[in-house]
Every structure is written in structure tokens, then in C-alpha cells.
């Protein structure tokens, strides 16, 4: 009987203290002073500029058969 008794004082006292436990993390971590000294804006002008490149050479490829297909047919 008291095994029994020990059992759910422990289930109890363990549901407890998992609930009161929750809300702290919840939140979770703060990071706002590892991310504010970094500048993001370097970053974003390389992929633009890195997507643009490529957007050229897709353009370039495109008016070079384009141009070959004109050549072979006349």
C-alpha cells in the first residue's frame, strides 16, 4: 500500500514540476546580442549580385543559340 502510495506522490510531485517548468522555456533563447553586431547587408549585395550573374549568363546562352539556330537555318 504505501509503494503505491510513493508512486504517485513521485507521478504527482514530477507533473508538478514539469508544468511549473514550461513556461521558462518557452521563451527560449535570446540572441540579440550575437546578432546585432552582425551586418547583414554585405551578404544580401553578394547573393543579388551572385543571382544577377547568373541571370546574365542564362541571357547570354540563350541569345547565343538563338543566334546559332539563324545561322544554321539560312
Known amino acids: 500500500m504505501s509503494k503505491s502510495i510513493s508512486s504517485r506522490v513521485i507521478m504527482v510531485s514530477a507533473?508538478?514540476?514539469?508544468a511549473v517548468s514550461i513556461p521558462s522555456m518557452?521563451?527560449?533563447p535570446d540572441f540579440t546580442s550575437l546578432t546585432?553586431?552582425?551586418d547583414f547587408?554585405?551578404?544580401q549585395v553578394a547573393i543579388?549580385?551572385?543571382a544577377s550573374l547568373v541571370a546574365g549568363v542564362y541571357v547570354l546562352i540563350s541569345g547565343v543559340k538563338k543566334v546559332?539556330?539563324?545561322i544554321k537555318s539560312a
Open 36 to 38: 546585432d553586431a552582425v
Open 68 to 70: 546559332l539556330g539563324a
Open 26 to 28: 518557452a521563451a527560449g
Open 48 to 50: 543579388l549580385a551572385i
Open 15 to 18: 507533473f508538478i514540476l514539469s
Open 41 to 43: 547587408s554585405n551578404v
